[in-house]
């Protein structure tokens, strides 16, 4: 592979004129790795190791693999840049990454993976005993735009066993994407163990049958659906990911979107309006009337669902949700209009926010942070809160401007549920089309932002919603090839203006990177189009037509 190929694209490259063009690694090939970057080590020697079949042993020699922390890489390109050197003229030296932390030497080794070609992604080698493996001599100097680099994989609507989970972990860490957003409970499903409330997943993990496509399809699939994580499996991923400098953000949805923990526990809910024992965990799509009580019981039930959840998590943020929370039981319910009174507050969204702010000082005295969809700007944004905003660009805006930190993930733009072409073509045509190029040509701080407001523009996330992905396959074909344009916006500094993006150069890089997918076993959309057999009828999809509302 050549350096040009390189996705994301990184910030500097550079090739010496002395230098003789390409070097290669061998079974004499050692693997040097300084106090810092130990962990590194292990997992090239696993990942690289299996797919080349080098031993890749302990020590120095004429070809090794030096691995280093630099504190001039960490002054130059922070924490979490690298500098990879590849340079054959120098007799002792084969490769050198240098990091401004180990997570900086850990992004080095996967451009040095990249650089192998895509046989360096397999699980076992597929070449020639003794085959040497190639380099090109180059420089590679790169460091991260944003240092939330994000997506979102909504487990509540379909389940995806823990082995998917950690799948999806290394797809991430090959594309230099360093947060995993886990959309854990919903409506549809409760999937965390959670121990002292065990109906949580006794009850609320499972529902008896599920809309099949879009809320809009008449379609039904009758089969039992649900799954859940036990305590072990989470701490499994968490440090999964934690090997791969990926950070897992767990999102406990409240108020809203909250009918499977009330199925498992009816005392939950706004009892003086519904019967809410008739409820079971909802099996269609949409926003659901079924929202939590404002009890003090309902606060002490889920502060002892998030001391387990901080207890498995050490993630700094904490999701709480906060999106798509109907007011109508709140305004129908004595006890919930009493429950104003007695505040002082002026309506439900006061009300809302007051759910919301309990909440936020309650993690910030454990030394969290909250973060929530944009709704909860709606009756004053709480104090120390940080906003996802996903309905457009506004409510990040006014976050950013208000001082706030903000990860922008706006739906027009970046959920990539939403079909990849126009046409019935795509398996389930829903949402704005977005395609890879609109995708590539998506730029997450806007241009309106004074400097000091567009620092608090913290990252950017592409988020995965479920509702219509009832597999791991469906779920690669929405979120590749995009997510590596994605990549590339949230990693590569000094990205031109999304009009002046190249997105033709981007598609030439991607003819090789669609090969490194290949030998990862992702089932991406193909560039020519859903073939014969990926295809389903248009019914089951409910379009959604327009433009995006511009930044």
Same mark, same amino acid.
């Given at each position: 592979?050549?350096?040009?190929?390189?996705?994301?694209?990184?910030?500097?490259?550079?090739?010496?004129?002395?230098?003789?063009?390409?070097?290669? @690694?061998?079974?004499?090939?050692?693997?040097?790795?300084?106090?810092?970057?130990?962990?590194?080590?292990?997992?090239?020697?696993?990942?690289?190791?299996?797919?080349?079949?080098?031993?890749?042993?302990?020590?120095?020699?004429?070809?090794?693999?030096?691995?280093?922390?630099?504190?001039?890489?960490?002054?130059?390109?922070?924490?979490?840049?690298?500098?990879?050197?590849?340079?054959?003229?120098?007799?002792?030296?084969?490769?050198?990454?240098?990091? +401004?932390?180990?997570?900086?030497?850990?992004?080095?080794?996967?451009?040095?993976?990249?650089?192998?070609?895509?046989?360096?992604?397999?699980?076992?080698?597929?070449?020639?005993?003794?085959?040497?493996?190639?380099?090109?001599?180059?420089?590679?100097?790169?460091?991260?735009?944003?240092?939330?680099? +994000?997506?979102?994989?909504?487990?509540?609507?379909?389940?995806?066993?823990?082995?998917?989970?950690?799948?999806?972990?290394?797809?991430?860490?090959?594309?230099?994407?360093?947060?995993?957003?886990?959309?854990?409970?919903?409506?549809?499903?409760?999937?965390?163990?959670?121990?002292?409330?065990?109906?949580?997943?006794?009850?609320?993990?499972?529902?008896?049958?599920?809309?099949?496509?879009?809320?809009?399809?008449?379609?039904?699939?009758?089969?039992?659906?649900?799954?859940?994580?036990?305590?072990?499996?989470?701490?499994?991923?968490?440090?999964?990911?934690?090997?791969?400098?990926?950070?897992?953000?767990?999102?406990?949805?409240?108020? +809203?979107?909250?009918?499977?923990?009330?199925?498992?526990?009816?005392?939950?809910?706004?009892?003086?309006?519904?019967?809410?024992?008739?409820?079971?965990?909802?099996?269609?799509?949409?926003?659901?009337?079924?929202?939590?009580?404002?009890?003090?019981?309902?606060?002490?039930?889920?502060?002892?669902?998030?001391?387990?959840?901080?207890?498995?998590?050490?993630?700094?943020?904490?999701?709480?949700? +906060?999106?798509?929370?109907?007011?109508?039981?709140?305004?129908?319910?004595?006890?919930?209009?009493?429950?104003?009174?007695?505040?002082?507050?002026?309506?439900?969204?006061?009300?809302?926010?007051?759910?919301?702010?309990?909440?936020?000082?309650?993690?910030?005295?454990?030394?969290?942070?909250?973060?929530?969809?944009?709704?909860?700007?709606?009756?004053? @944004?709480?104090?120390?809160?940080?906003?996802?905003?996903?309905?457009?660009?506004?409510?990040?805006?006014?976050?950013?401007?208000?001082?706030?930190?903000?990860?922008?993930?706006?739906?027009?733009?970046?959920?990539?549920?939403?079909?990849?072409?126009?046409?019935?073509?795509?398996?389930?045509?829903?949402?704005?089309?977005?395609?890879?190029?609109?995708?590539?040509?998506?730029?997450?701080?806007?241009?309106?932002?004074?400097?000091?407001?567009?620092?608090?523009?913290?990252?950017?996330?592409?988020?995965?919603?479920?509702?219509?992905?009832?597999?791991?396959?469906?779920?690669?074909?929405?979120?590749?090839?995009?997510?590596?344009?994605?990549?590339?916006?949230?990693?590569?500094?000094?990205?031109?203006?999304?009009?002046?993006?190249?997105?033709?150069?981007?598609?030439?890089?991607?003819?090789?990177?669609?090969?490194?997918?290949?030998?990862?076993?992702?089932?991406?959309?193909?560039?020519?189009?859903?073939?014969?057999?990926?295809?389903?009828?248009?019914?089951?999809?409910?379009?959604?037509?327009?433009?995006?509302?511009?930044?």
């Amino acid at each position: 592979m050549d350096a040009s190929d390189l996705i994301p694209a990184p910030r500097r490259t550079r090739c010496r004129a002395d230098s003789p063009g390409r070097l290669s @690694l061998g079974e004499d090939t050692a693997l040097d790795a300084r106090p810092g970057t130990e962990g590194v080590a292990r997992l090239l020697r696993a990942s690289l190791g299996a797919a080349t079949g080098l031993p890749l042993a302990p020590g120095g020699g004429p070809r090794a693999i030096r691995l280093r922390i630099s504190a001039d890489v960490e002054r130059e390109y922070g924490p979490e840049g690298y500098r990879l050197s590849t340079d054959g003229s120098v007799e002792d030296v084969a490769v050198v990454i240098e990091g +401004g932390g180990a997570a900086g030497v850990f992004w080095g080794a996967q451009t040095l993976r990249q650089l192998l070609g895509p046989d360096a992604y397999r699980k076992a080698p597929v070449g020639p005993p003794g085959r040497d493996w190639d380099l090109p001599c180059v420089t590679v100097e790169d460091g991260p735009r944003f240092p939330w680099r +994000g997506l979102l994989l909504d487990v509540a609507r379909h389940f995806l066993p823990k082995d998917d989970v950690l799948r999806y972990v290394d797809l991430l860490a090959a594309h230099k994407l360093n947060v995993l957003h886990l959309h854990l409970t919903d409506d549809q499903g409760w999937r965390i163990e959670i121990e002292r409330h065990p109906r949580l997943t006794g009850v609320g993990a499972w529902r008896a049958r599920t809309k099949h496509g879009h809320r809009a399809s008449p379609l039904w699939n009758d089969t039992p659906h649900g799954g859940s994580y036990t305590h072990t499996d989470i701490r499994e991923i968490v440090a999964y990911a934690a090997e791969r400098h990926v950070r897992v953000v767990p999102e406990i949805d409240i108020p +809203g979107h909250a009918q499977a923990a009330i199925a498992a526990y009816p005392h939950l809910g706004n009892t003086d309006v519904i019967d809410t024992a008739a409820l079971g965990v909802w099996d269609t799509w949409g926003v659901n009337p079924n929202v939590l009580a404002p009890t003090d019981t309902t606060l002490r039930f889920f502060e002892g669902v998030l001391e387990e959840v901080l207890d498995l998590f050490p993630s700094p943020f904490v999701h709480l949700g +906060g999106d798509e929370c109907p007011k109508d039981q709140w305004k129908a319910s004595p006890a919930a209009q009493a429950r104003i009174a007695e505040l002082g507050l002026a309506d439900e969204d006061e009300l809302q926010s007051w759910f919301v702010r309990h909440f936020d000082r309650w993690l910030a005295e454990r030394g969290r942070r909250l973060i929530g969809w944009d709704e909860i700007l709606e009756g004053g @944004l709480a104090p120390g809160a940080a906003v996802s905003s996903w309905r457009g660009y506004a409510g990040g805006i006014a976050a950013a401007e208000a001082g706030h930190d903000v990860v922008m993930c706006p739906e027009q733009h970046v959920y990539l549920d939403h079909r990849q072409a126009p046409g019935d073509d795509e398996p389930v045509p829903i949402g704005f089309v977005r395609t890879l190029e609109d995708v590539y040509r998506f730029e997450p701080v806007p241009p309106q932002l004074s400097p000091e407001a567009a620092a608090h523009v913290i990252g950017t996330q592409a988020n995965a919603w479920t509702e219509v992905m009832d597999s791991r396959s469906r779920v690669d074909y929405q979120v590749f090839p995009r997510l590596a344009a994605f990549a590339e916006v949230a990693w590569s500094r000094g990205l031109p203006s999304p009009a002046e993006r190249d997105f033709a150069d981007f598609e030439r890089r991607m003819a090789a990177h669609y090969a490194r997918l290949d030998a990862l076993g992702v089932d991406y959309r193909p560039p020519g189009g859903p073939l014969p057999w990926q295809r389903r009828p248009g019914v089951i999809g409910r379009p959604v037509e327009g433009p995006p509302p511009n930044v």
